[in-house]
């Protein structure tokens, strides 16, 4: 850091107390929203925090005028917290930072209009992300991580302050967001439950009138938990909606999507194209893919084992391990298209010994018990229609529509 005189570290803070108090003033959102974002590392607040650490009266400075004094519980931790993240020592940074949040709330509930809604935004964005940091600090040191849940909590009380009647609730939708970021972070989906419900019943709430941005991820997110809970049809709602209106300029967004969007699609029969996968980069699909079009039970279970620790990681490995079914069908219909070249007339009957035999080539033992049970499943979704001889092992497939599409419906329904 270049040599800071007294008076420029003075200058410096004043400044900011000034702008401070005059973006409340005038009532400007967007520079009240620079001068709180202590993450973004501008260089404006990086000098000021230089300018902390040698004119180290600030307290006073904003004491001795009624202009600072009326926002010195917002800014004095602010300060702090600027101070803290300047050395790197987050956890203190990150308490400083909730005080000061906690002094900015009820003065932004006392202000009638909606002009300082992108500031809460930051302060709503900034807790979550020094809350990370700190619970890191914490971990390395061999202590509990706390700050993380500590942040959801600040956030139900501003989702509190936002879901009234008024021009604030639009930002209701925000705050839901940074939420999900928080219960998915921590693994308390669950608590995701409440706000949800807010959300998508209560009156006050228009979800039509919410910024695009924060409707998109909300409906990545709530498409999660419906992949997590398999309502399959509800994810494809929900996560198509997200892929068409998110950003076409936001690869990353894009891809996050597809990367739940695409096993839901999977699970109604939907397959995606190889050059979307390429665009994406999401090539783990691929043989996933390739296993379905071909019946490819091997492939199937090769791509799964090759990415399990991704697939586990995105919660999507369960989804994909159930293909298996659709694998099956599609192995039973190459069978059958073979059989029915060789001799139409009996292309329905399809004998057990025939679908082990196929499977031994695929390198998959299974005796006869094995692959009864297995068609007696497909027969029970409603993947094959037909019944069983027993006595002469034989499936006999229904001459209309032996194999069902799923139409755009879960194998499981």
């Given at each position: 850091?270049?040599?800071?005189?007294?008076?420029?570290?003075?200058?410096?803070?004043?400044?900011?107390?000034?702008?401070?108090?005059?973006?409340?003033?005038?009532?400007?959102?967007?520079?009240?929203?620079?001068?709180?974002?202590?993450?973004?590392?501008?260089?404006?607040?990086?000098?000021?925090?230089?300018?902390?650490?040698?004119?180290?009266?600030?307290?006073?400075?904003?004491?001795?005028?009624?202009?600072?004094?009326?926002?010195?519980?917002?800014?004095?931790?602010?300060?702090?917290?600027?101070?803290?993240?300047?050395?790197?020592?987050?956890?203190?940074?990150?308490?400083?930072?909730?005080?000061?949040?906690?002094?900015?709330?009820?003065?932004?509930?006392?202000?009638?209009?909606?002009?300082?809604?992108?500031?809460?935004?930051?302060?709503?964005?900034?807790?979550?992300?020094?809350?990370?940091?700190?619970?890191?600090?914490?971990?390395?040191?061999?202590?509990?991580?706390?700050?993380l849940k500590g942040a959801g909590s600040f956030l139900m009380k501003v989702f509190g302050v936002l879901a009234g009647k008024g021009p604030k609730r639009v930002g209701a939708l925000y705050v839901t967001c940074q939420?999900?970021?928080?219960?998915?972070?921590?693994?308390?989906?669950?608590?995701?439950?409440?706000?949800?419900?807010?959300?998508?019943?209560?009156?006050?709430?228009?979800?039509?009138?919410?910024?695009?941005?924060?409707?998109?991820?909300?409906?990545?997110y709530t498409g999660r938990l419906e992949v997590f809970n398999e309502n399959f049809p509800a994810a494809d709602h929900k996560l198509s909606y997200a892929l068409m209106h998110c950003n076409p300029h936001h690869e990353a967004n894009i891809r996050m999507i597809l990367k739940y969007l695409i096993p839901v699609k999977l699970s109604i029969g939907i397959l995606p194209q190889d050059r979307l996968l390429e665009k994406y980069g999401l090539i783990e699909y691929s043989n996933v893919v390739q296993a379905l079009k071909r019946g490819d039970l091997r492939l199937l279970r090769q791509a799964l084992q090759e990415h399990e620790d991704r697939f586990l990681r995105s919660g999507v490995f369960l989804v994909l391990e159930k293909l298996e079914l659709q694998v099956y069908q599609r192995l039973l219909k190459k069978i059958y298209i073979i059989q029915k070249q060789r001799d139409p007339s009996k292309a329905h009957q399809m004998k057990l010994e025939v679908i082990v035999k196929a499977l031994k080539w695929l390198e998959i033992d299974m005796d006869l018990d094995e692959v009864e049970c297995i068609v007696a499943i497909l027969i029970y979704k409603n993947l094959v229609k037909g019944y069983f001889a027993h006595k002469s092992k034989v499936v006999v497939l229904s001459k209309q529509d032996p194999f069902p599409k799923l139409n755009a419906k879960p194998v499981n329904s």
């Open positions: 850091m270049a040599y800071l005189s007294m008076g420029e570290a003075h200058r410096r803070i004043t400044e900011y107390l000034n702008r401070f108090s005059d973006a409340v003033s005038f009532q400007d959102g967007a520079s009240l929203k620079q001068l709180l974002s202590v993450s973004s590392n501008s260089p404006s607040l990086l000098s000021l925090a230089d300018s902390l650490n040698v004119f180290q009266d600030a307290n006073r400075l904003i004491k001795q005028s009624d202009k600072y004094s009326q926002f010195g519980e917002i800014t004095a931790p602010f300060f702090r917290c600027l101070q803290s993240y300047r050395i790197g020592n987050l956890l203190d940074a990150y308490h400083a930072f909730e005080k000061a949040a906690n002094a900015f709330l009820p003065e932004f509930r006392n202000w009638e209009s909606a002009w300082a809604l992108e500031a809460l935004y930051v302060i709503a964005y900034e807790i979550r992300i020094l809350a990370e940091r700190a619970d890191r600090e914490l971990a390395s040191n061999g202590k509990s991580p706390e700050k939420l999900f970021k928080i219960y998915f972070k921590l693994g308390t989906v669950h608590l995701c439950r409440s706000v949800i419900r807010s959300i998508e019943t209560a009156r006050i709430f228009d979800f039509e009138e919410f910024p695009k941005r924060d409707k998109v991820t909300y409906m990545y």
